[in-house]
Nanobody, 130 residues
Framework: QVQLVESGGGLVQAGDSLRLSCAASGLTFSRYTMGWFRQAPGKERQFVAAISWSGGSTTCADSVKDRFSISRDNAKNTLYLQMNSLKPEDTAVYYC???????????????????????WGQGTQVTVSS
């Protein structure tokens, strides 16, 4: 079955960087859009970033687009989220998710709604202290 396992979270100080990884198995990883979401305590799950099957197209939420970047290594079945200049408001559990089948599509799709993603990892905690 599809498994997505996130890693790389932790406790850091404001201004630090982290790189999250998501190891995928049980799917043809290179055929799907992949995404990152986050959820802070008491808040709804929030879109962070998405990447096309090839890695050629990406999109990030406005709140992170100047600081975060999404990438993938299809040979390693792994999704990444590079987070720079972290802020306390970035504190959340971060989830990777499998999006729509998009193999061969030039640009996307790159959905930001969680309903478009049907497999989720267990999440990794990121805590940013001020």
């Amino acid at each position: 079955q599809v498994q997505l396992v996130e890693s790389g979270g932790g406790l850091v100080q404001a201004g630090d960087s982290l790189r999250l990884s998501c190891a995928a198995s049980g799917l043809t990883f290179s055929r799907y859009t992949m995404g990152w979401f986050r959820q802070a305590p008491g808040k709804e799950r929030q879109f962070v970033a998405a990447i096309s099957w090839s890695g050629g197209s990406t999109t990030c939420a406005d709140s992170v687009k100047d600081r975060f970047s999404i990438s993938r290594d299809n040979a390693k079945n792994t999704l990444y989220l590079q987070m720079n200049s972290l802020k306390p408001e970035d504190t959340a559990v971060y989830y990777c998710a499998r999006g729509p089948y998009s193999y061969g599509m030039i640009r996307g799709p790159l959905p930001s709604n969680s309903e478009a993603y049907n497999y989720w990892g267990q999440g990794t905690q990121v805590t940013v202290s001020s």
